[in-house]
């Protein structure tokens, strides 16, 4: 009896320690990032990373299609053991806000590993445009309701809710004009046949630097340091104005806690670095490397925010 009560002890002290030595060991293999809409840069830089620190290779996944429906797919169904990530952005966030029938629950089956950066949107319009401030576009919007219009990057997008905001705040008609990707807006945009729109950082400040658009103001709740003499949507008279572009990190829900913490501290060694900063400031993004409970309060507020918006404008799914 006693020697048979020592082998369940043994077995049950072995399987108790099963979870906290496959967490120490997490990596032995390849992990897999896959990233939905828009651009891979800090997936490939934390991704470099992981590698150097860990010596795993990190297979970036680019999975567009749907706007990320399919990639937070692919990775809500993985399974929880830290190989299969998403790289997730705003998209992911409107997406639960806008479509009720998507085939996973964001909140639900994925979980927060790091909110690595933010991402201002930039109002802009033509040099020559006769708007030289967000306060004179928005009287000419009121002098003529229904006859401006701004582009985005698309329905449903980060830029077509901060235009959709400003209309809310500022209590104007202006049209939306859908584009089907950033750039084609971009070019309508500086080629006159739309009057504003809230571009992208990455795509929207070579256009501003190199005097092809002027920027009115930015979305972000603070200045943009790429640009710090232009004003927040905030401080010119909406207070409550608040739209981002960002990227983070998600992991299939029920990943061990150890290694999301393994995760998240790395990608925090990454981004509060030098070398990290300086890289994801080059690339248009404002690095962060937040903490997991930071991360899942601002997916909660995103998603909350964007409800808003959606439901004040009667925004449908395309």
Known sequence: ????????????????????????????????????????????????RFTEAWGQQIIVDQRPAAGGIVAADAVAKAPPDGYTLLLSTGSFTINTALNAKLPYDFLRDLTPVSLMATIPFILSVRPDAPYQSLKDLVEAARAQPG?????????????????????????IDMVHVPYKGVAPAITDLIGGQVQAMFAVAPSGLPQV??????????????????????????????????????NGLHAPAKTPTAIIAKLNQEIAKVLKSKDGQEKALAAGFEPVGSTVEEFDAFQKADIARSARVIKAANIKAD
């Open 1 to 48: 009896m006693r020697q048979l009560l020592s082998i369940l002890l043994g077995a049950t002290l072995a399987l108790a320690g099963i979870a906290p030595t496959h967490a120490q060991e997490y990596p032995d293999k390849p992990i897999r990032i896959i990233v939905g809409p828009g651009p891979d840069t800090l997936a490939r830089l934390v991704g470099q």
């Open 147 to 171: 006859k401006l219009n701004y582009a985005s990057a698309g329905n449903g997008t980060p830029p077509h809710l901060a235009g959709e905001m400003l209309k809310q705040m500022a209590k």
């Open 209 to 246: 630097k190199g005097g092809k658009l002027r920027a009115l103001a930015v979305s972000s709740p603070k200045r943009y340091s790429q640009l710090p003499d232009v004003p927040t949507v905030a401080e010119l008279g909406y207070p409550e104005f608040q739209v981002v572009g960002w």
